[in-house]
């Protein structure tokens, strides 16, 4: 199997790491093949590489303006952070005065490392302090009134010179005027990770005991980094051993990187023809970038402000697309972006924006471009036309308007799942009546939902909310709709009456089938449930049941808001299974497992108090003690967010045929039956990748592909992705529902030595 990537790659992700410059590179090369002394070693060889270290270091001084303060080498700048805190608290801890409460105090945007470093070593030294974050504003600013306040009892400070998320930049001058005359003694750690190259330093100037730097933010390797610390300040070695570096950090040096660091330092520290372009440069560069995003997506909203932040950080958020769609999106098209710290690239949304008050969706959609000193104006261009090629991608997909009015017309049918966080929205499209109705929608795809109907030149017969929300408002008469008369969740007043296994119920025709309505309440009073029925020679046949927060996956919906109760819940479930059969497809309102839909004999197997109600063998008191507890206990841990499963149970995890590259290529070679499903969006294909699969199945449309093969589970599927994380779980959620014969690619085609 192979997969080609016609371009080239472009890499806006400097933030989180930098290509090793060539020079540095060959000079870490030579080090190592030629100059490979001991530093420590008093022979020729060992002091011809001291000697190649104390350049260095003299050169490291230059570029940081150390004057007096001491420069030592580390791995990086979390041992870096690591050797400023432990200094700092073991000499604080000696002028600790009893029965006094004592803060560490550090920036609410701050790297993980520093909070976590602070919580780390306070609690080793016994120190006991409280630690506290200091707020920012809108713009990213530390609150200098809560310094001032806070300051006179704090034994410590961290601040960071600027934010790796953001780009954000701290007024030194400003903090410094602040912290000292509040307290003059404390000690002042300040992260200049991302300052290095980007802002001027002249660190013997101010009063700023430690400032640890990392080499692979800055195009040398990984593994260097280096720690100013102020002549006056205290120092606890960090790592104790054979006395290297003057005694204050052993470990045999890392000359390589040493080399390399060597000639980063030469390009600072040039006045003319250096490879680092010039502040006017950058800022034409993030102007160009800039002009070009909102050119592509003009809905887009940045989330740092350019007049207090570096050039060369873009964080911004497109309204109704997710970090992760956006992130697939430009790396289909071989631009390398993030979503935020590439420390926390698991966490679903930004603290740092969080911190800043910024709305909860810019925080969840936030996707950071950074890019280096280094780069070029060549690579700016390409990436500028590269994003525009993915405006143009959604566009034809019908995901946004597409600039040249151009869009796939290749008809939409069948089921669309969208999320937004937990919550699910669904729309479901007939071909043939160029008809659709959508459940749930939700506020983040109102644009989304209306450019897909408008591309795909269908009529909305409904929107349609299952009950009402209590974590998000309703979208619907944002939607483009017929003028009709409906009740308060969308319901039209005008639909027919059909009788569906005995039961009478209200329904409304898309083409052939028929959407009937439900009530359930118990998760609210005003609860429903919406079952798609298809038509054939007078014989309806369940396809899909919008459940709401009935059941969902691995839970039931809460029964604990005002307008609840989990008696009626009890009786809606029994009534509800009733009418559909044990593997119907059920698509409830929310998915916080990212296991898209589930079915009865799903959740029977691990939901023992579902099992308990569909087998009428609990009685009804016992279901609401039971249901009060469940309930309970998803309160106390959801905290301020409002979660509307209860959960009873652990997520299952089933046993997948994971695939090297080599080992598919061997396996598809003897078997022919396989179908091998790649299932990244259409978008994704749109940005000139080979169509080496024999199918394409979105994860937008894997509920519709469940459905559509519900007959046939033994198949044999192996699912692509990207990365393999996509795959995986849609393997995991087809092995959950029945199909016997699931694989997946580890690594996605990402790690295909072709792509």
Known sequence: MTVETVLPQIYLDANATTPVLEQAADAALVTMKTMFGNPSSSHITGLQAKQLMEHTRQKARAVLGSGHGRVIFTSGATEGIQTGILSALCEAKKKIQPNKKYTLLYGATEHKAVPESLKHWNQILEINADVKAIPVDGAGNLDLAFIANEVPNALMICTMAVNNETGVYQDLNK?????????????????????????????????????????????????????????????????????????????????????????????????????????????????????????????????????????????????????????????????????????????????????????????????RLSFGPATTQTEIDAACERILHCAQALGHSCLMQAANGVNNKEALDGLVQFKVGGACCWLFADKQSKTAIIIDPLPELVERLNTILECQQLTLLAALDTHGHADHESSRTALTLPKQTCDHLGWPTQTTQIEFKGQPLEALAIGHYRLAKLATPGHTEDSVTFMLLEQQQGEYTIRYVFCGDLILMGALGRTNFSTSSSKAMMHSIQLLAQLIESDTLLCPSHDYNNEFATTLAAECNRNLLLNSVLQHDIAVDIFVEKKAQIDKNIVDEAGSEIMCGATVCTKNQFELHEYTTKELNAHIANNESVLLIDIREPHEYALNHDRAFDQNVPLTRLTDFICKHSQDKSKELVLVCRSGSRSQAAAQALARLGFHNIGHLKGGYALIPSA
């Not at 602040?178 to 980007?198: E, P, T, Y």
């Not at 040096?253 to 010039?278: H, M, R, T, Y």
């Open 175 to 367: 903090l410094e005027e602040v912290i000292r005359k509040h307290n003059s003694d404390i000690f002042w750690m300040v992260d200049c990770v991302q300052a290095l190259g980007k802002r001027s330093l002249n660190l013997a100037r101010t009063t700023i005991d430690y400032a640890p730097f990392s080499g692979h933010k800055l195009y040398a390797p990984k593994g260097i980094g280096f720690v100013y610390i102020r002549e006056t300040a205290p120092f606890t070695p960090f790592i104790a051993g054979g006395g290297q570096e003057s005694g204050l950090r052993s470990g045999t040096e890392n000359l390589p990187g040493l080399a390399a660091l060597s000639v980063i330092f030469d390009e600072l520290l040039k006045e003319n023809d250096s490879q680092f372009a010039s502040v006017d440069k950058l800022h034409n560069f993030r102007n160009q970038l800039t002009q070009t995003l909102k050119d592509a997506f003009p809905t887009i909203v940045f989330n740092n402000q350019f007049s207090n932040s570096v050039p060369t950080t873009l964080n911004f958020a497109i309204p109704g697309f997710s970090s992760k769609e956006i992130m697939d999106l430009f790396d289909a098209a071989n631009i390398r972006v993030s979503s935020g710290s590439a420390c926390s690239s698991k966490v679903t949304r930004s603290f740092v924006l969080d911190a800043m008050g910024l709305p909860a969706w810019q925080s969840e959609s936030a996707i």
